[in-house]
């Protein structure tokens, strides 16, 4: 079963004043960019195969990476068409660029509610009291079986494409009308109050306050590895002047463990060691600073920014303060500049650490999106 993502960025909807309002900045990027990102690491999940950006035709030139664009048409209809012609997957998520804040988890429900024949859509149950207005006159309106539609909504492709393409000029305001209009049932899953559509200029205030309130997330590293005669002492990709070294299958340098164990905690990816297995011969004598490289660009990837790294190192001997310049620097070239402080303790002449048998570090990651 292939699936692919629909980003809806056709419309010329201008009630907030200006340009359209998918293109306005939200936190830095374009409204529909927010919904890329989702449809990213649904890629990455492997739970789409492809993303199609449907932009306004004199938008529809440049391409983001990876990412096919269709040029949209004159109503929504048109613009889905234009979609569902330019992918071949067997279903299609469609997803308005107006609520940029569509989670992950809305998604993979949707998917996982798929038989490859149904449609599915996100339901929310109405929580207002809900009043209409007619002749002038207010009545009251029952809301005991009224939700809210939210999208992405998930069709099979060719079914929905024959839908339009036999109905070109049908009058819908989403995909789930026409769906119906036409004697089909749906499917539905909960869907989430974060997913709101930015319309009215009270959505954008809203939008842009949790846009820049961003995310905050911590996440903890530890690493240990014996020191023993015969090996060096790598810490932070520096070579340190010491009789005694790191044991280990990589280059041991327990602090590039530890510090890239931290930022792939904070970002809820693996561990080092179920990405970088220590039975995997690719990994023998590994620079372990590559290794960090690579776990910070992961976690880039995931739209983390990295704040502060902290990181406390037990080692008896030899002496670090002297290194404490080269080790920061160091880390500097992969972690960027001033984003670090790090800590040396003695051990006390106490347990391994103390009796320099082992070398011991933990570290903390601060991330934000
Ligand atoms: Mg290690």
Known sequence: MSRAFVILAAGRGTRLGGEPKQFRLLGGRPVWGWSLETARILRREKLIDRIVLVLPPENALTAPDGVTVAAGGASRALSVLSALRACGEDEVLLHDAARP???VPLCRRLIAASTGENAVIPLLPEANALKKIE???????????????????????????????????????????????????????????MNFKVTE??????????ADAGEIRTGLGYDVHPLVPGRRLILGGVIVDS????????????????????????????????????GDEK????????????????????????????????VQT???????????????????SGRLSMTFKSGERVGPAGEAQAVFVWASATLRR
């Open 318 to 336: 030899p002496r670090l303060a002297p290194w404490k310049d080269a080790i920061v620097r160091s880390l500097e070239t992969v972690l960027g």
């Open 135 to 193: 002749n002038g006159r207010i009545e009251p309106l029952d809301r005991d079986g009224v939700y809210i539609t939210q999208t992405p909504q998930l069709f099979p492709r060719a079914a929905l494409r024959e839908l339009l393409e036999n109905a070109p000029r049908a009058d819908f305001k989403d995909e789930a009308e026409l769906w119906l209009q036409r004697g089909e049932t749906l499917d539905w899953v909960a869907g989430e109050n």
């Open 243 to 278: 009789p005694l070294g790191l044991d280990g299958h990589s280059d041991a340098d327990a602090l590039a463990h530890a510090a890239a164990d931290a930022l792939l905690s904070a970002a809820g990816l693996p561990d080092i060691g179920t990405l970088y297995p220590a």
């Open 283 to 314: 990994f023998k004598d590994a620079d372990s600073m590559a290794l960090l490289r690579d776990a910070l660009a992961k976690v880039n990837a995931e739209g983390w920014r990295l704040e502060w790294l902290s990181a406390v190192l037990t």
């Open 201 to 210: 200029s009270g959505d954008w205030e809203m939008a842009r306050k949790i």
């Open 101 to 103: 804040f569509a989670g």
